[in-house]
C-alpha cells in the first residue's frame, strides 16, 4: 500500500475552475483495480492551496509504470495546466493503519 500526497498551488481565482477537473479525475481514479481512495482537502490558511491524498494498493514503482500514462490523466494535465502554479507530489508509507 502507497500513500500520494500531492500539494496544488493554484494561480489565484482559480480553485473554482480548477476544482471540478480534480474531482472528475478523482471518480475516474476510483474505478482503477488498486485505487483504496482520494481525498481533497483545502488549506484554510491559505485559500489557494489544496491538497490531494489518494490511497494506492502496490508499490510506488508500480503505480509509476501504470498510471502517469493513463489517458483521462492527460485530458486532466491539458484542462488544468493554466490553473496550478506549483504542484509538490510525495510518495509517503503508511506506518500505522486504522479502518
Known sequence: MLSLYVRFKLFP???????P???????TMATEPTFVSAV???DTDAP?????FEVWNGTPEEWL???????YR?????????????KEVRF???IVLQN
Open 13 to 19: 481565482s482559480t480553485k473554482p475552475l480548477f476544482v
Open 21 to 27: 477537473h480534480l474531482a472528475e479525475l478523482m471518480k
Open 40 to 42: 481533497l482537502s483545502e
Open 48 to 52: 489557494d492551496d489544496l491538497v490531494l
Open 65 to 71: 509504470s501504470d498510471q502517469p500514462q493513463k489517458p
Open 74 to 86: 492527460a485530458v486532466y494535465d491539458d484542462a488544468t495546466k493554466g490553473f496550478v502554479a506549483d
Open 92 to 94: 509517503l508509507f503508511p
